[in-house]
């Protein structure tokens, strides 16, 4: 298996700038620069050369690696060495491929299978591998690593982990314990206690801890660390142990918990500047913090170059650094408003944490947690608490099997602690989608920079008064899209799929969904925080495929599609959609959905259907009157020219066309487009589709018509609105017009 094009050259790109940064250093030698100055810039230039040349070799074995993954499947025996993570097309992990013959080890690859295997299982399997390419996704999995991904068809052989390992046998222990199957309290002690997040992962209670800003207290992080460390020190203080011994204690339980959890690389950084602070309490020496995660990066970088693109090591190390320098700062000025001094420490670092993070989450996530500072104010403690309970009834329970009822104190912590995050995630806007530019965000480090530079002292008034503007504009920009968002369908660009905008004020309805949470990206882009209705027209995937994500973001009244198709749902769908698929309400045709100012009139299909055609697809016809003018749509889902003959006539002329079936060859014809004359037809389609939508002969009826034709590959978001002349046309992408 050869590697991708975009690997080739990358060793020599590293060597190139590991020759920069040593020019670097040695400017700054021959320079006279301030002291602080220089010796920053030596260490830069030296950490870099250091961190470049480890990178070329990282990349060569990478390379390497690729290489080797030359035979079929089944010639390999897969070993997990990672927790399993359920996804959309199974569920994943990190595996070694070794040789069956030889035991010699290949590389690392991405295994995903139907079912999830513990760590250290071996398996042989029949299926398919297939090398990473150049997307976001295989790039991230190849910096950590993987040279591959596996899909396992077969499992011919499954072997239990073989040998003798203490820490992993107790582990497996702890979760037999616990049972985190047995229900989302159970899977939240052992997330927090063990770091397996495999059921959590499958429950609403992972989707709401998701929605408060709380992840990070299940991730076994630094806080975890620092409270373990804290509470064994207690423990160590009453007895005679000298201080060194405690601190060697300390330190092997540290590490021995991240080994026990899992060893992500996050929890790995915390251990290691545990371990550096004790180091130096031990030698007399004042710990300090941000030498500590320097050292502590610096060294990742060098001996696992990777793990910079590990977005939960990014995260850690990003909170950690804002903590370290702007957490006192923020608490000063938060006990200036008059805050308690417990919980303004406390917010401070809540809020440090989101600063270092929000340029680092809102790309990848497109999503705000608006009440995560009030979240961790009271979910903390909870969590806290039930760490402590959970390290210390799960050894009990162990010891003592006759003692398991001692469970039932870190289960009932888990059930509050799931019970307050579901409160406060139903809080009108606790949660938004945010699509912001990458070039903004940055804007969030500028003002880091700034205050570190400056460090202003601003009065009690200033501080009410600069939070109070900043509070006003966000509500003035959210209640705009909230309450008075103008009149418009927009067609939203998500790719091979379908997704339709129909809005005014505080009313919105979305026909169809997308395939996958590209959706929620184009709602968050055109500032749709709660949708009144979601139609599907039909049960093709590239319809319903992003209703799940949508439903995790935004908050949706309720789900209708076409008499009959309720009960056609696939069960692919029902698995994804959860409880919502018992309230799927149905609509024939002349049933109307009103909008704001907009009447959304059903025209197709005129019979009960099951749902899974494409000539079954709810067709509606949406009607605008208004102050701003009318506005007549023709929404076709996937129908095509043998249905749309049948209701063209009964809707009449429209302005707007979203042409069927992503513009196919059969999606039009010049009798349809005599009957309705659209002035505009629009297509979604994704880029390089291997359908070749929109077809020629869709753009040529649609031409001999004399509309104007627009397709998402091209235009992006197309948004049409009325005006007293006509209609306005707006595209989030420049086109040209012929």
Known sequence: MRAEPWLNGTAPAACCAAGAAAALATYCLRRRLPRFVASMMRWAGAASVAAALASAFYLGGLEADSARMALPASAYEFTAVSEPSRGVYGISCTAEARDGKTGALAAKVRLTADEAFAIGSRLSIVGRIEPLDA?????????????????????????????????????????????????????????????????????????????????????????????????????????????????????????????????????????????????????????HGLSSLSITVIAFIVVRPGVV????????????????VFGRYLSCLLARLGLPAMVAEALSLTLAAQWATLPLTLPVFGQLSLIAPLANLVVGPLMSALLIAGLIAVPVCLVAPWAASVMEVPSALATLSIFAAEALSSVPLASIPVAIEDAHLLLLYALAAAVYVRWPDPTRCQIAWGAGGTCALAGSWFGYWLLFAPASITVL?????????????????????????AAVSALARNHVYQIDTVVISHWDRDHWGGLPAILETVQVDRIV??????????????????????????????????????????????????????????????????????????????????????????????????????????????????????????????????????????????????????????????????????????????????
């Open 135 to 287: 997307s976001e996704w295989a790039r991230s999995r190849f910096m950590r690593g993987e040279v591959a991904s596996v899909d396992a068809m077969r499992i011919l052989n499954v072997r239990e982990p073989a040998g003798i390992d203490i820490l992993r046998d107790l582990r497996r222990a702890a979760l037999g314990v616990i049972a985190p199957e047995s229900g989302p309290a159970r899977a939240l002690v052992a997330g927090t206690v063990c770091g397996s997040t495999t059921e959590l992962s499958d429950s609403d209670a992972s989707r709401v801890f998701s929605a408060t800003g709380l992840s990070h207290l299940v991730a076994v992080s630094g806080s975890h660390l620092a409270l373990i460390a804290s509470f064994v020190q207690r423990a160590l203080a009453r007895t005679r142990c000298s201080r060194g011994t405690r601190f060697a204690i300390i330190g092997t339980m540290a590490v021995c918990y991240v080994v026990f959890t899992g060893a992500a690389p996050s929890a790995v950084r915390s251990a290691a500047m545990v371990c550096l602070t004790m180091t130096a309490q031990g030698g007399r020496r004042r710990g």
């Open 309 to 324: 693109y590990d977005l939960g090591f990014q995260l850690s190390a990003a909170s950690v650094l804002f903590i370290q």
């Open 493 to 517: 660009d998500v790719g091979q799929a379908d997704a339709i905008l129909v809005r005014e004020g505080p009313a919105c309805l979305l026909m169809d969904a997308g395939v996958d949470d």
């Open 561 to 738: 599609v076409a008499n009959g198709a309720a009960e056609g749902i696939p069960e692919e769908a029902v698995g994804a959609l959860g409880n919502r698929a018992a309230d799927i309400e149905e609509i024939g045709v002349g049933d109307r959905l009103v909008v704001g100012g907009f009447a959304c009139t059903a025209v197709w299909p005129r019979k009960e259907v099951v749902g899974t055609e494409n000539a079954e697809s709810l067709a509606l016809d949406v009607d605008y009157k208004g102050r701003a003018g009318r506005l007549d749509a023709l929404l076709t889902g996937d129908t095509e020219v043998d249905q749309e003959r049948l209701y063209a006539a009964e809707v009449g002329r429209v302005d707007v066309l979203k042409l069927g079936h992503h513009g196919s060859a059969e999606s039009v014809d010049d009798a349809v487009l005599d009957r309705l004359d659209p002035a505009l037809a629009i297509a979604s389609a994704g880029r390089g589709n291997s359908y070749g939508h929109p077809a020629e002969e869709c753009v040529e009826a649609v031409e001999r018509s004399g509309a104007r034709m627009l397709c998402t590959i091209d235009a992006g978001d197309v948004t049409v609105e009325s005006c007293p002349d006509g209609i306005r046309v707006r595209t989030q992408r420049p086109v040209r017009v012929e």
